[in-house]
């Protein structure tokens, strides 16, 4: 069993930064990593995602050239770096941990959530 604890939302103005972090119970290397979010009336959908024992990367297009995923093996954490925000990048947003070599969209952990919001 793998608990993720995300941490680092809140709200911000349009064109600001936040970095979310994802605290992992195991080791991050040893999984495919995942951002995903979930807006109001909205399906979950695909942020960012990091491929397990490798640094290659994948994006949504809709973030692509503002957000970027990393991991931190030392500390078994995985991070979202948001830049230029928009309003309509608001939602709660989950890390999400896969066993297998990509993260799905039926992975095998979920956090908790946590909220950002983009005041416009």
């Known amino acids: 069993q793998v608990q993720l604890v995300e941490s680092g939302g809140g709200l911000v103005q349009a064109g600001g930064s936040l970095r979310l972090s994802c605290a992992a119970s195991?080791?991050?290397?040893?999984?495919?990593m995942g951002w995903f979010r979930q807006a109001p009336g909205k399906e979950r959908e695909f942020v960012a995602g990091i491929r397990r024992g490798s640094d290659s990367t994948s994006a949504a297009n809709s973030v692509k050239g503002r957000f970027t995923i990393s991991r931190d093996s030392a500390k078994n954490t995985v991070y979202l770096q948001m830049n230029s925000l928009k309003p309509e990048d608001t939602a709660v947003y989950y890390c999400a941990a896969d066993s297998g070599t990509m993260i799905t969209s039926t992975p095998d952990y979920w956090g908790q959530g946590t909220q950002v919001t983009v005041s416009s």
């Open positions: 195991a080791r991050v290397s040893r999984y495919a």
